[in-house]
């Protein structure tokens, strides 16, 4: 993230999130700082939510590819 929004303020990094994502700027900071005390916890998390989706990928594609035998 640092790379995508160098030159940025803080208040417009904040914004370009709070409006790409919906999330209000209260819970963005919350969640920010949970980060910042737990980063291993957090990391891991997004490190199992990210096989859990390549998972849902393949099993779409194997349902899709039955589908169509």
Known sequence: MRDAE???TEAEVLALVTENSGLPVR??????????????????FVAHA???E???S?????TGDL???
Do not use: S
Not at 58 to 62: F, K, Q, S, T
């Open 6 to 8: 160098e030159g940025l």
């Open 27 to 44: 819970l963005l900071r919350t969640a920010l700082d949970y980060w910042a005390v737990y980063p291993d916890e957090v990391d891991a």
């Open 50 to 52: 990210a096989r859990v």
């Open 54 to 56: 390549a998972e849902r």
């Open 58 to 62: 393949v099993a779409a594609e194997r």
């Open 67 to 69: 589908l169509t035998r």
